[in-house]
């Protein structure tokens, strides 16, 4: 089946993610991450691009970049090429790191601009890898306090100020739909789905009444619950479990 075609943006912003073959690790640890970013800084240079949000999972990565169509493949090309060379040489893997070409979307509007970057950002939280937005390897805290890989300019323009930023990050929400690695997230379901999803495991009670149970099975269907898919805001909703709770309960399982 031919490959469908790259959507050049209007705009020259684009969301770009891609993961692990076979949805293995890409960071095994910090280096791991410096390295990737170092590449991504000098890559950016050299392809007079900017990275206006950017997230690394362990098995994944979301970058927001605003750069030229024709220089984008090229840009991604060199970075998951230098990433894998390296990763392969330093812990000893062979084979190929990604499983697949990375996806990227067109970003064109500035309303999706503002839930795009609040998605890449609340993605470490709801994966249960942070407790909160101030997640070590997002660009969440470079708008807070300091730059160093983004340049912010773009966004906090179109949100209008670090206040409307943190306004809009911390406003009650339903789950955005962005492109994501996985194509069958739940973020593109709606809750009612969800529901339904949840009901053919546990039961319609069950689901409804899952805040009574005791903290060790209430945990344990926590997280089943993120194992199918559903984000963290959305089991809030349907369970009325606070955030923390649930957070805590996928990084204990983690």
Known sequence: MP???????????????NRGSGKQIIFENDLDRRFFMSRLDSLLVEHEGSLLAWCLMDNHFHLLLDISFSDLAHLM?????????????????????FGTRYKSEAVETDEYLMTLV???HENPFKAGAAKDLHYRWSSFDEYVSRPVHIDPSLVLSVF??????LLFHNA??????????????????????????AEDVFGRDAVLNMKGLNRAARDEALVTLRKMGLGVRQIQRLTGISLKVISRAGKAAA
């Not at 490959?3 to 993610?17: G, N, P």
């Not at 090309?77 to 790191?97: D, E, I, K």
Request: charge should be negative; proline fraction near 0%; aromatic fraction near 8%.
């Open 77 to 97: 090309h060199g970075l998951q090429t230098n990433h894998a060379g390296y990763f392969n040489r330093v812990h000893g893997h062979s084979g190929s790191l």
């Open 160 to 165: 209008g100020s670090k206040n409307q930023f």
């Open 172 to 197: 009650s929400h339903d789950d955005d739909q962005c492109m994501d690695v996985d194509e069958h997230t739940i973020a593109h379901l709606s809750d009612e789905q969800a529901l339904r999803i």
């Open 118 to 120: 609040r998605y890449i």
């Open 3 to 17: 490959r469908a075609a790259r959507k050049e943006s209007s705009t020259s912003l684009y969301h770009v993610i």
